[in-house]
């Protein structure tokens, strides 16, 4: 019998199984986790070739989630998440310090942390109808998350029982405990955690059924992934790694996000789908002369299945179950007309796509934003 199950080894479980040990460590704890252990999590993506692992894509799945991806920190209530809006914007700070002290406690403090203040810019943005949102960033890159998150594993596996490679079948209460089924065995615990992140959404609604809870309001960010020369957002960038931007419109806002100067577009495996994805530019071998950034587009549903509906119906669209994303010049998208030959082009992709027409592909609301 656990004290504590943890289904789900991604960060927010790590940074709760820490504070678990640090204020109790005779507490008998448990993490169970459907991908590897990090140190053998290897994809054909991070060397630039095609994912070979599947629908559990193990650069994304597995200890320490997608903390592994680039390793970056966003100490802010700015941008996020609405977590500020329900604990309190000073208790949502305080906890963030907290992670950036355990992170420089393993190893973070070799990459220092940088802020995205700019009061200049944010008043010549506001006179431009434009919101500039701003953090504390400690931005370790792929090498070092990883090297951090392996020494913190180091620690709480003295003290923790970690299961991996294991899927949970089922979840019973009983009698002041659970009763956990997996296909390698079987296990009791006092109290569960479900931890399982945006990889696990489908095996957690059946799991919210069959045990009689219910969702709240789903938020979904989708928009369209932008890649221009790499200085022509120069004036705004020149002081900071990544200036992230809000503007509003007609029935929406839009932020950029994931800003990569001289970085890559690639491939994002997530829940079956496939995404063009940003890739840092000190990330190896992926530096480019291009820019790129994402335009979300946050829209709200009534349950999580709405939201996840929505997705599949947009990108599986777009995928139509072979991995499709398609591209299109700015000129022709303003001319309303496919793309069929880049060559011409003065902005080298850097992600070898399909050309075609995102009118005929993606809701007006998206598009409207990238216009506006």
Known sequence: ???????????????????????????????????????????????????????????????????????????????????????????TLKLMKEVDRTLQRYGADSIERYSTKNKLLAAKAEKNGLEVLSAEVRHLGTKVAVDVFQELYETLKKHIHFTFETNIISIHPKAHSFFIETDKGNFCSKQVIIGTGKSGGKWLKKQMHELGLKTGETRLDMGLRIEMREDQLDSILKETFETKLRCRGEGYEATTYCMNPRGRVIRKFQNGLVMPDGQNKNEEKTESGNLNFTLFVPRYFSSYDKAMQTAQRIIGGINQDNGRIIIQRLGDFYANRPSSELSPNLIRPSLEAEPGNLVDEIPDLYLRAVLE
Request: hydrophobic share 30%; net charge neutral.
């Open 1 to 91: 019998m656990e004290d504590i199950i943890i289904i789900g080894a991604g960060v927010s479980s790590i940074f709760f199984a820490n504070k678990l040990v640090q204020e109790n460590n005779n507490l008998s704890i448990r993490i169970i986790d459907k991908g590897k252990p990090l140190r053998e999590r290897n994809c054909g993506l991070d060397k630039g070739l095609s994912c070979t692992c599947g629908e559990d894509c193990s650069k994304y799945i597995g200890y320490a989630g997608l903390g592994k991806s680039e390793g970056k920190f966003n100490y802010t209530n700015d941008f996020g998440g609405d977590l500020g809006s329900r604990i309190g914007g000073e208790k």
